[in-house]
């Protein structure tokens, strides 16, 4: 144990932060609106990015991209430069929700808007540019499970982008696409996958399926040409002619289009033909989806031989062709996959998963019984869960970190359900990676398993860093701690938050009340930013109204941020570390795009329409501040869409909420822990903080605790104890100063002191026993 927690411990030296950010409650943007108020509009790739502090303090991420191709506005340069908001500096950890994150190589197309925050001062970086419509104004160009580039943000997958995506901006636009000679990375243009899929015994003959898809949008297939190498000892020579090959029409090759050939190239290579000699009218189109292109037998002449399948890619692309503007073209791509092992145990099957019902970012392991998973986790093996935040995507998929893994064998595995962790659609870790109820379900490569259910109550927000020791990324759970002297945070109305609607306090002190009374989460208001203590003001949370900081989207209606600064080294033999937030911000919109409500009963909003009730989306977005993600159970607080009033944390909110408190209070040396709060939004003039020193320390029999006057007189409870929080002493009339606190009767070892007054504030002081 000892050896396990220093090597992580060590590894936690050298961990970096992945900038992660919640996404609160999000509203689609159309593609339409997205085209009109773009002022750029372009196809690029990130080929570096690198973090700055504005003058104002705020953290910002600077993009490098490399255009490839310009399909609205003017644009000459090979690069430009895109702004994000949000990251991390010295240690210092700046978070946003609903904006967007890019990381290095992702690839698509970006609605752009000249930036309106200030710019990177490095000349390496060109002009800057904001995204319009935050994570909804970069259509990612990713691969599904057919090797297929889709183009995927938060509402929507295009799978065919030449037509869905290029020529439809085209049309709204008005302009022609420019194509970049020199892309941003050798983009493809075109391509074609086959794959060998149902291979199995059949007496002595192996029986497979060949099945094709389009890699970019969608192409009348001209030609199809395979090149197959065999092992003759397993099939035996010139398998075309001596009858060792049959062919069978099947699905593409059925159409009288086409023909269907075979012919030795060597005699341990076959060719296989899908050639047209028919009306081209006929030609079948290809999509991004797998369609079956024919059937095959081979005969089987030593079955303990290998069969050394191999594929001839130079040749197979230059005889497969599609059909545009009456002319064949050659696929400038071709991807050949097949697994030709024919026994069906191979195949990943999922028997059962056990409990049916988990928690994410909490350490919940959850338990998939089955067979085919093969003896050791490969390197293209995982688990996969529904996304939570993108739950109207049915084929979003989220991978855990390696880490999560704790046993894999080829029947069973065990697995943590994620919080922060990869995309499917990618390779990078990404905040907006977490599980939520839906399917879970095993991927080897590219076979994948059945699917089955799982209930994911809440999710607990989690961050991620990855170590330069080790490569691994490892998952650290975030908290709430004691930021204000009084067990928790102060919020302040910034000014100009009673314009956001007529009773908009009296309904974010009713989203906060339901918070307080129900987990005893330590948010206490207060009546301005200048009564909170000098010292204490970098903690103050502000809730404020009005225009949205320069840079964030027009299309957002309330964000939320998160400064996160302090990673403890809590770490043990499980590779989880634990960092808490030491404040957070909420902003509403006021103006074009949405009117906010403040109705007392639940009359009537047009949600059609952006009119949106103060009091749910408080409740929402103060369960962020909760450390609390999204979920994809609609009935829940956290759901990721708003479209009915929710006023009332439901089971799972609370929960979740729970858990963030039971998490936050324990004394594990990572900040003063967070206290109950009490059931008021009283807005208290606060005390200022306990003044007070102990003495001695350390001690073998007597501290004595010295308060200054002014505290003293207000001191309501004076209580110490060992550091799992159980008391061992608790005084609440304390009126000796100084005041004398026997060690006498206790172990040598270190406890924890904690003094609370009258108005709330408390402190915290370690106090060690030695003999």
């Given at each position: 144990?000892?050896?396990?927690?220093?090597?992580?411990?060590?590894?936690?030296?050298?961990?970096?932060?992945?900038?992660?950010?919640?996404?609160?409650?999000?509203?689609?943007?159309?593609?339409?609106?997205?085209?009109?108020?773009?002022?750029?509009?372009v196809e690029g790739r990130v080929v570096e990015s690198k973090c700055y502090r504005a003058d104002d303090?705020?953290?910002?991420?600077?993009?490098?991209?490399?255009?490839?191709?310009?399909?609205k506005g003017e644009y000459r340069d090979q690069y430009l430069t895109i702004i994000t908001w949000g990251g991390e500096i010295d240690g210092e950890l700046q978070t946003w929700t609903h904006l967007l994150t890019l990381n290095k190589g992702e690839h698509g197309i970006f609605f752009l808007e000249p930036t309106r925050v200030p710019a990177i001062k490095d000349a390496d970086y060109p002009e800057s540019f904001d995204v319009y419509a935050a994570s909804q104004g970069f259509v990612q160009f990713v691969q599904n499970d057919a090797k297929a580039l889709v183009g995927h943000e938060p509402f929507h997958t295009y799978t065919d982008i030449p037509n869905d995506l290029y020529a439809y901006i085209e049309r709204q636009a008005g302009q022609k696409t420019t194509f970049y000679k020199d892309g941003g990375g050798d983009e493809k243009r075109s391509g074609i996958r086959y794959r060998f899929t149902d291979i199995g015994f059949q007496g002595n003959s192996v029986t497979f399926s060949i099945y094709v898809n389009s890699l970019i949008g969608n192409k009348k297939l001209y030609k199809s040409g395979i090149q197959l190498?065999?092992?003759?000892?397993?099939?035996?020579?010139?398998?075309?002619?001596?009858?060792?090959?049959?062919?069978?029409?099947?699905?593409?090759?059925l159409s009288s289009t086409y023909d269907l050939a075979?012919?030795?190239?060597?005699?341990?290579?076959?060719?296989?033909?899908?050639?047209?000699?028919?009306?081209?009218?006929?030609?079948?189109?290809?999509?991004?989806?797998?369609?079956?292109?024919?059937?095959?037998?081979?005969?089987?002449?030593?079955?303990?031989?290998?069969?050394?399948?191999?594929?001839?890619?130079?040749?197979?692309?230059?005889?497969?062709?599609?059909?545009?503007?009456?002319?064949?073209?050659?696929?400038?791509?071709?991807?050949?996959?097949?697994?030709?092992?024919?026994?069906?145990?191979?195949?990943?099957?999922?028997?059962?998963?056990?409990?049916?019902?988990?928690?994410?970012?909490?350490?919940?392991?959850?338990?998939?019984?089955?067979?085919?998973?093969?003896?050791?986790?490969?390197?293209?093996?995982?688990?996969?869960?529904?996304?939570?935040?993108?739950?109207?995507?049915?084929?979003?998929?989220?991978?855990?970190?390696?880490t999560d893994y704790q046993i894999w064998s080829d029947t069973l595995i065990y697995v943590r359900v994620p919080s922060v962790g990869y995309s499917n659609f990618g390779t990078t870790v990404a905040d907006n990676n977490y599980a939520g109820t839906g399917k879970v379900r095993v991927k080897i490569g590219s076979m994948t398993s059945n699917q089955k259910d799982l209930n994911v109550r809440f999710c607990a927000r989690n961050l991620a860093a990855q170590s330069n020791l080790t490569g691994k990324w490892y998952r650290i759970k975030d908290k709430l701690r004691n930021l204000n002297n009084a067990g928790g945070y102060d919020l302040y109305y910034a000014s100009g938050f009673s314009l956001l609607a007529s009773g908009a306090k009296t309904a974010f002190e009713k989203a906060l009340l339901e918070w307080k009374c129900k987990t005893k989460?330590?948010?206490?208001?207060?009546?301005?930013?200048?009564?909170?203590?000098?010292?204490?003001?970098?903690?103050?949370?502000?809730?404020?109204?009005g225009d949205l900081p320069a840079g964030i989207p027009t299309s957002m209606k309330a964000v939320t941020v998160l400064q996160v600064e302090n990673l403890c080294a809590t770490g043990s033999n499980d590779s989880v570390f634990t960092a808490y937030y030491t404040k957070f911000d909420i902003y509403f919109k006021i103006g074009a795009g949405v009117t906010w409500r403040a109705y007392e009963d639940e009359a009537p909003l047009d949600w059609i329409n952006n009119e949106l009730d103060v009091q749910s989306a408080a409740l929402h977005?103060?369960?962020?501040?909760?450390?609390?993600?999204?979920?994809?159970?609609?009935?829940?607080?956290?759901?990721?869409?708003?479209?009915?009033?929710?006023?009332?944390?439901?089971?799972?909110?609370?929960?979740?909420g729970l858990f963030i408190m039971n998490l936050s209070k324990p004394n594990d040396g990572c900040g003063m822990p967070m206290t109950?709060?009490?059931?008021?939004?009283?807005?208290?003039?606060?005390?200022?903080?306990?003044?007070?020193?102990?003495?001695?320390n350390p001690s073998s029999e007597w501290v004595f605790i010295d308060f200054s006057t002014t505290s003293y007189s207000s001191i309501q409870k004076i209580q110490l104890t060992d550091l799992l929080g159980r008391v061992i002493f608790e005084d609440q009339e304390a009126?000796?100063?100084?005041?004398?606190?026997?060690?006498?009767?206790?172990?040598?070892?270190?406890?924890?002191?904690?003094?609370?007054?009258?108005?709330?504030?408390?402190?915290?002081?370690?106090?060690?026993?030695?003999d």
């Open positions: 144990m000892k050896n396990t927690f220093q090597l992580l411990a060590l590894a936690l030296l050298s961990l970096i932060f992945l900038p992660n950010l919640l996404f609160g409650q999000l509203y689609e943007v159309s593609l339409d609106e997205k085209i009109q108020k773009s002022a750029l509009v303090e705020t953290i910002y991420t600077a993009h490098k991209i490399k255009v490839s191709a310009l399909l190498g065999y092992n003759p000892a397993f099939f035996g020579s010139n398998i075309a002619t001596n009858g060792n090959l049959l062919l069978q029409d099947g699905g593409i090759s075979q012919s030795n190239v060597t005699s341990s290579k076959v060719k296989i033909e899908l050639v047209p000699v028919g009306s081209l009218n006929g030609l079948t189109e290809i999509t991004t989806s797998e369609q079956l292109l024919a059937k095959g037998k081979i005969t089987i002449q030593n079955l303990l031989a290998d069969p050394g399948i191999t594929y001839d890619i130079a040749e197979m692309q230059a005889m497969s062709k599609f059909y545009e503007s009456g002319l064949q073209q050659v696929f400038d791509t071709v991807i050949v996959e097949g697994d030709w092992r024919p026994f069906e145990q191979f195949v990943p099957t999922i028997d059962s998963i056990k409990p049916p019902s988990r928690r994410a970012g909490t350490g919940d392991i959850v338990i998939i019984y089955g067979h085919g998973f093969t003896n050791t986790q490969p390197a293209n093996g995982r688990v996969q869960f529904s996304s939570a935040d993108f739950g109207f995507v049915s084929s979003a998929w989220v991978e855990p970190l390696e989460v330590n948010f206490r208001l207060v009546p301005s930013f200048d009564s909170i203590p000098a010292g204490l003001q970098q903690y103050a949370c502000g809730i404020r109204a977005e103060l369960g962020h501040a909760h450390l609390l993600q999204h979920s994809n159970n609609n009935d829940d607080v956290m759901y990721y869409l708003q479209f009915k009033y929710k006023r009332v944390l439901e089971a799972n909110d609370l929960e979740g109950d709060g009490e059931c008021t939004t009283s807005s208290r003039e606060p005390h200022q903080s306990i003044v007070a020193s102990i003495y001695p009126k000796i100063n100084p005041y004398p606190l026997s060690l006498k009767y206790l172990s040598n070892g270190t406890y924890i002191l904690n003094i609370r007054d009258k108005q709330g504030n408390s402190t915290s002081f370690k106090v060690i026993k030695q």
